[in-house]
């Protein structure tokens, strides 16, 4: 069997993608479950892009030790400083440096002749090797650059040590016929070919990003790179648990394994789904919550008489099914923090409490606490700054009936430790709340998007509202959970609120 290695950029191309931002600590907990899920690089961030991203790739690369953590890096000296900066404390220090080498990149982008662009890829890779012993230069555009400059360019580079190859297929336009081919060419003709790792970067705008990843593998490709969901720019990267269960289930016709832990697969969805509010379409191959749903009779039928009729993999396999209630409300605090730890949880021990707190009113009220509730309550907790004073929601009423107003009446806690309680009314309960807390903060706040929806199933289920605001000049998206779905919007809005506030505080960090 042959070995693929497995790049995950959930954090980099994926959060680059339209409405994803996430904190730090979010960032933290994604690439800790990443480490648990196997993958064998974790692509961190962009450190030179902002100081936040910096952030995040240095405490990610100094936290995570399984996985090989790397930074992007375009092929300029300021950037490869920032990223050793940020790097250097990783047990392999590797960085991603890239520039594009497609004809109309080249002219119209970075307004360079080929001649140009191989002196600074070379000069770049060069310098990077000085300080990194793991070093991967991508040529961006690949696909649809010329091969033969392709070949000139990364037999230079290769030279100049660079230790990984990478061949994106940028734009998604590939098919997998021509992406395979492409690597055949470049691993039969590129000098020194053999003493480097050729990696596959594909794009899915045509919908064909995990076929393309896999005939890249066919043809001698040794790592590959995307994202969990697929999720990244445009149409998104190929969805990294595609590729890695395709190739366990299809292990009789593909003889290649990865190291990813499959087990890790749900797990890993769900926290990055809820971690970036991306939600996963219903049919998403592999992680989609229809995915191992059978619903015609026909096919229920079957299943009963002998599931292999109609699954071709169990739910098990990704980590899916009935999790074993382990927790009910005379479970103690050890289980618990035992349980959040076992689910990848780290938590402050005064976080922790919080969710053990909110889980014992939760468990008072609900007659099954599911692993959903349970990351639900988890991942409330992770706020990135400890020491950022924020708002804190005491209580909510709402007085609604078809034939009066709605009015909220709302008390909370400001960061400066105040209790303020403020009403106002609305021409709906959810406005008569929004209405209510924007008097608690200075100036109008614009609801971008707003969303409810059950964790889980039951009539008992947690409500759990995601919403998008603008305060000034920053958006934020705010989440959180409740088992009315009134104070779950309350709570979103506030925790919006809160990251603006740590937002605001960061930058002001960066800027003293
Ligand atoms: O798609 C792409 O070309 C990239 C590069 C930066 C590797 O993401
Ligand atoms: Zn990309």
């Given at each position: 069997?042959?070995?693929?290695?497995?790049?995950?950029?959930?954090?980099?191309?994926?959060?680059?993608?339209?409405?994803?931002?996430?904190?730090?600590?979010?960032?933290?907990?994604?690439a800790k479950?990443l480490e648990?899920?196997?993958?064998?690089?974790i692509?961190a961030?962009?450190?030179?892009?902002?100081?936040?991203?910096?952030?995040?790739?240095?405490?990610i690369a100094?936290t995570v030790k399984g996985s090989?953590v790397?930074?992007?890096?375009?092929?300029?000296?300021?950037?490869?400083?920032?990223?050793?900066?940020?790097?250097?404390?990783a047990?392999?220090?590797?960085?991603?440096?890239?520039?594009?080498?497609?004809?109309?990149?080249?002219?119209?982008?970075?307004?360079?002749?080929?001649?140009?662009?191989?002196?600074?890829?070379?000069?770049?890779?060069?310098?990077?090797?000085?300080?990194?012993?793991?070093?991967?230069?991508?040529?961006?555009?690949?696909?649809?650059?010329?091969?033969?400059?392709?070949?000139?360019?990364?037999?230079?580079?290769?030279?100049?040590?660079?230790?990984?190859?990478?061949?994106?297929?940028?734009?998604?336009?590939?098919?997998?016929?021509?992406?395979?081919?492409?690597?055949?060419?470049?691993?039969?003709?590129?000098?020194?070919?053999?003493?480097?790792?050729?990696?596959?970067?594909?794009?899915?705008?045509?919908?064909?990003?995990?076929?393309?990843?896999?005939?890249?593998?066919?043809?001698?490709?040794?790592?590959?790179?995307?994202?969990?969901?697929?999720?990244?720019?445009?149409?998104?990267?190929?969805?990294?648990?595609?590729?890695?269960?395709?190739?366990?289930?299809?292990?009789?016709?593909?003889?290649?394994?990865?190291?990813?832990?499959?087990?890790?697969?749900?797990?890993?969805?769900?926290?990055?789904?809820?971690?970036?509010?991306?939600?996963?379409?219903?049919?998403?191959?592999?992680?989609?919550?229809?995915?191992?749903?059978?619903?015609?009779?026909?096919?229920?039928?079957?299943?009963?008489?002998?599931?292999?009729?109609?699954?071709?993999?169990?739910?098990?396999?990704?980590?899916?099914?009935?999790?074993?209630?382990?927790?009910?409300?005379?479970?103690?605090?050890?289980?618990?923090?035992?349980?959040?730890?076992?689910?990848?949880?780290?938590?402050?021990?005064?976080?922790?409490?919080?969710?053990?707190?909110?889980?014992?009113?939760?468990?008072?009220?609900?007659?099954?606490?599911?692993?959903?509730?349970?990351?639900?309550?988890?991942?409330?907790?992770?706020?990135?700054?400890?020491?950022?004073?924020?708002?804190?929601?005491?209580?909510?009423?709402?007085?609604?009936?078809?034939?009066?107003?709605?009015?909220?009446?709302?008390?909370?806690?400001?960061?400066?430790?105040?209790?303020?309680?403020?009403?106002?009314?609305?021409?709906?309960?959810?406005?008569?709340?929004?209405?209510?807390?924007?008097?608690?903060?200075?100036?109008?706040?614009?609801?971008?998007?707003?969303?409810?929806?059950?964790?889980?199933?039951?009539?008992?289920?947690?409500?759990?509202?995601?919403?998008?605001?603008?305060?000034?000049?920053?958006?934020?998206?705010?989440?959180?959970?409740?088992?009315?779905?009134?104070?779950?919007?309350?709570?979103?809005?506030?925790?919006?609120?809160?990251?603006?506030?740590?937002?605001?505080?960061?930058?002001?960090?960066?800027?003293?």
């Open positions: 069997m042959q070995k693929i290695d497995i790049f995950d950029t959930t954090l980099r191309d994926g959060e680059q993608s339209a409405g994803i931002n996430l904190n730090t600590g979010e960032k933290i907990e994604i479950q648990r899920l196997g993958v064998t690089i692509e961030g962009f450190p030179a892009s902002s100081p936040g991203d910096f952030d995040a790739v240095q405490r100094n090989i790397t930074g992007l890096a375009r092929c300029v000296q300021k950037d490869i400083d920032v990223t050793w900066e940020a790097i250097k404390g047990a392999q220090p590797h960085i991603h440096v890239f520039l594009a080498t497609s004809p109309i990149h080249m002219e119209y982008k970075l307004k360079k002749s080929p001649e140009q662009v191989v002196e600074q890829a070379v000069e770049a890779v060069k310098y990077a090797k000085s300080r990194f012993s793991l070093v991967q230069w991508s040529a961006e555009d690949a696909f649809r650059s010329d091969r033969e400059f392709l070949v000139k360019i990364m037999n230079e580079v290769i030279a100049a040590g660079a230790t990984t190859i990478n061949v994106p297929d940028t734009v998604g336009y590939a098919t997998p016929a021509e992406y395979g081919a492409l690597f055949k060419f470049l691993l039969e003709n590129v000098k020194g070919a053999e003493k480097v790792k050729f990696s596959a970067h594909c794009h899915n705008d045509l919908g064909m990003a995990t076929a393309n990843t896999i005939a890249a593998i066919e043809n001698g490709a040794l790592q590959v790179e995307g994202t969990i969901n697929g999720i990244g720019e445009r149409a998104g990267n190929v969805a990294l648990e595609e590729v890695a269960v395709a190739l366990k289930v299809r292990g009789d016709f593909y003889p290649y394994e990865t190291t990813i832990n499959l087990s890790e697969i749900k797990r890993t969805s769900q926290m990055v789904s809820k971690l970036t509010n991306v939600v996963i379409q219903p049919n998403k191959a592999i992680v989609g919550k229809n995915a191992f749903a059978h619903e015609s009779g026909i096919h229920q039928d079957g299943m009963l008489k002998h599931p292999e009729t109609y699954e071709i993999m169990s739910p098990s396999l990704i980590g899916e099914g009935e999790v074993p209630l382990v927790l009910g409300k005379h479970s103690g605090r050890a289980a618990f923090r035992d349980r959040a730890e076992k689910m990848g949880f780290d938590l402050s021990d005064e976080r922790l409490n919080k969710a053990f707190d909110e889980f014992k009113k939760l468990a008072d009220r609900k007659k099954e606490i599911t692993e959903a509730d349970l990351i639900t309550l988890l991942t409330e907790q992770q706020v990135l700054i400890d020491d950022v004073p924020l708002f804190e929601l005491k209580s909510v009423q709402v007085q609604y009936g078809t034939e009066n107003i709605p009015t909220a009446t709302v008390s909370a806690i400001t960061p400066q430790g105040e209790l303020k309680t403020l009403a106002s009314t609305g021409s709906g309960s959810v406005e008569a709340i929004f209405n209510t807390l924007e008097q608690f903060f200075d100036g109008e706040i614009n609801i971008l998007d707003y969303r409810v929806s059950s964790v889980g199933k039951g009539r008992d289920a947690l409500g759990e509202a995601v919403i998008n605001l603008r305060y000034k000049d920053m958006t934020t998206t705010g989440r959180d959970a409740a088992q009315d779905v009134l104070e779950a919007s309350a709570k979103a809005y506030l925790n919006a609120m809160n990251r603006q506030l740590i937002q605001a505080s960061m930058r002001a960090q960066v800027t003293q």
